[in-house]
Structure formats: structure tokens, C-alpha cells
């Protein structure tokens, strides 16, 4: 066997996840990687204790908050025509995203605390790795899209009207997620339940994880995931965002705006900033770490290697549910629309645009509005 104590079920990379599975915590590489610094046995088994109910308990707030949150975003928008618009069409789609993961990846994981054995096959082990992979690649390119959105708004407001429609924002979503689920396919023959058994702990166990096979080695899928799906996406948005901020503050533009539809495309913009920011930094600690564990550069041998993959995940899977908070907090529109489903409230029934009013085009609503 290629490895005898690999680790849980991969976060949502599905290829080299947090080895900080319960049959053993330390021992996640082969003896020749094994350091002095290796925790004991009776240190093993008293982080197992905690973590065998602390983690499940983290992980389910975690999807109560991320399920509930996301479901009221997509029903607030969807039920209030007033809030259509494509930027908001794209936060839906982000929500869409943040519940499948939610949904498909934290329940599972957290059975991978709690057992010793992947109980529910190996069918099932490939679809929950494709589907993690899928989530995860839909959720930053969404984030693209919305960058895209607000470039165009901000930088190309009177050109690019006949570009930023629902019509168009809806043909984007979908096929960002035809090429999605098309180009994460292979994530499913590349992972199988695999059997193993732990002279130190006396235990047998089975694991849902990555083969190693001729075509793709875990490295070479852990970095070019990690570029793909994390590194080169942020750098686009970054791109954009340091062009729009310039073009957001600076004098004399050219394009002539009363101060109140400049303040609505700050505010618009600084909401789309802060959840992109949320999201890399969220995810930033657990990409790292999965990217080091792929070069061999990281070993969970001690307390605090192991603390920290764990925290690691936690702030991870955080990512899934803080965007309706954030949206909370920074947007008037999408306050007011929580406020009214969960109290079934006609008391905020006028949501005020952000932004000047669309014009009418040919093909759609051209919508600037809705937060």
C-alpha cells in the first residue's frame, strides 16, 4: 500500500487533504519522512479524544450557518424582483456554490473525525471528490465573473451597458458551470476507498483518497489546482480591482456622475472587495498547506502542526458561510430583505438602488442596481 495512514477526506482540493485522520494523527507520511519530533502515542490519542467531538461540533455550526445563510441569499434575491440585477445574479450563484460545498463536503469530513472507515463506498467517494472540486473552481470563478461585472460598471459604465444584462449574466453562469463539471471529471478516477491497518494504533481503517497512478502524480494535481483554482484567479481580480480603484478615485474621469451614483458604485464595489478578500484569505492557510504536503515540505508530526490544520480547515469551510453575513453588514438592500423573510415583515417592501437606474436595452434589463 502506498501509504498506511493517510488522512480524512480531502478539503476540497480532493487530492492531498489534512492528514489529521483519526487512526492516526502523526504518523500521515511514510517512515522514511518520520522526524524526532513525532508525537507519542499517549499524545496521539489525547488529541484524537478532543478532536473526535470538538471538530464535528466546530464543523456543525459551520454548515447549519452556511446552509441556512445561503438558502435565505438565494431566496431573498429570487423573490424580490426589485433586487434582480447581475451582480446579484452572480452573488446567487456564489450562494448556489457555497451551499453545494456545504452540503457535500463538511458532513463528510466530519464523519471522517468520528470513524475509522469511509462507510459510504467507493461510488460515492469519487462523486463527493468531483463534487468538492466542482464547488470549489465554481466559487472563485464566480468571484471572477463579479469582478468582471464591476470592472465593466466602473471603468466602461456607458460601453459596456449592452454587455452587463441578466440575459448575459445568466448565459455566463451557465457556462462557467458546463466547463466546470466538464474539466473536474477526471477528480473521479482518481480517487478510490483504499484499506489499510496501523501497527501503532491497532486499528483498521478505510479511506476515501487520492491514487497515485502514471498519469497524475499528487504533486503535479495539488499545484496545478493550486494555480488554477486559487493563484491565477486572484491575480485577475487583483488586476482589475487595482484598475478600477484607480479609476474609482481619481478626479476628472471624464465620465460625468452625480456624487450620489459615485457613492452607489463604492458601495457596490467595496462589497464585492471585501467577500473576495474573505474568500482568499479564508482559504489562504489550507492552500498552503496542502500545496507544502504535496512537495513533501509538511508533516503533521507534532501538536502544533496538527492544531494547525486543523484550524486551517475550520477557516476554510468559515468561507462557506460569512458571505451572507458580510452582505448583512455592508449592504443596505440585502439587509432589509433578510429583515422581511425572517420576520415576514412588509416593513421594508422599497429597496433604494445603489446605483443610478438602469436604462432599457434590446436585450435585457441592463441592470447596475439591486444592492
Not at 142 to 152: E, G, P, Y
Amino acid at each position: 500500500m502506498e501509504n498506511t495512514t493517510l488522512s480524512a477526506l480531502a478539503i476540497w482540493t480532493t487530492s492531498n487533504s489534512l492528514d489529521i485522520n483519526l487512526t492516526s494523527l502523526a504518523n500521515s507520511n511514510n517512515s522514511s519522512n518520520e522526524t524526532s519530533s513525532e508525537m507519542t502515542l499517549e499524545e496521539e490519542m489525547a488529541v484524537q479524544n478532543v478532536v473526535r467531538w470538538l471538530v464535528p461540533f466546530i464543523f456543525g455550526i459551520i454548515a447549519l450557518t452556511g446552509f441556512f445563510g445561503n438558502l435565505l441569499v438565494i431566496f431573498v434575491v429570487l423573490l424580490n424582483k426589485n433586487m434582480y440585477s447581475t451582480t446579484n445574479l452572480l452573488i446567487v450563484n456564489l450562494a448556489v456554490a457555497d451551499l453545494l460545498f456545504v452540503c457535500f463536503c463538511v458532513p463528510f469530513t466530519a464523519t471522517d473525525y468520528v470513524t475509522h472507515h469511509w462507510p459510504f463506498g467507493a461510488i460515492w467517494c469519487r462523486s463527493v471528490q468531483y463534487l468538492i472540486v466542482v464547488t470549489a473552481f465554481a466559487s472563485i470563478y464566480t468571484l471572477v465573473l463579479m469582478s468582471i461585472d464591476r470592472f465593466l460598471a466602473v471603468v466602461h459604465p456607458i460601453r459596456s451597458r449592452m454587455l452587463r444584462t441578466e440575459h448575459i449574466t445568466k448565459i455566463a453562469i451557465i457556462t462557467l458551470w458546463t466547463v466546470v463539471l466538464t474539466i473536474s471529471s477526471p477528480v473521479t478516477f482518481t480517487h478510490d476507498v483504499l484499506a489499510g491497518y496501523d501497527n501503532k494504533t491497532d486499528i483498521s481503517y478505510s479511506m476515501c483518497m487520492f491514487i497515485e497512478n502514471p498519469l497524475l502524480k499528487r504533486s503535479t494535481f495539488q499545484v496545478s489546482f493550486f494555480i488554477s483554482a486559487y493563484l491565477l484567479p486572484l491575480m485577475i481580480i487583483s488586476g482589475l480591482y487595482v484598475r478600477m480603484i484607480m479609476r474609482l478615485w481619481r478626479q476628472g474621469s471624464g465620465v460625468r456622475m452625480s456624487k450620489e451614483s459615485q457613492r452607489g458604485r463604492k458601495r457596490v464595489t467595496r462589497l464585492v472587495v471585501v467577500v473576495v478578500i474573505a474568500f482568499a484569505s479564508l482559504w489562504l492557510p489550507v492552500q498552503l498547506i496542502l500545496l507544502l504536503k504535496s512537495l513533501n515540505l509538511y508533516h503533521a508530526n507534532s501538536m502544533f502542526f496538527v492544531i494547525l490544520q486543523i484550524v486551517s480547515q475550520t477557516l476554510a469551510y468559515t468561507s462557506s458561510c460569512i458571505n451572507p453575513l458580510l452582505y448583512a453588514f455592508l449592504s443596505d438592500n440585502f439587509r432589509k430583505a433578510f429583515y422581511k423573510a425572517i420576520n415576514c415583515s412588509d416593513r421594508y417592501n422599497n429597496y433604494t438602488s445603489d446605483l443610478p437606474p438602469p436604462r432599457k436595452t434590446s436585450c435585457a434589463r441592463t441592470s447596475t442596481t439591486g444592492f
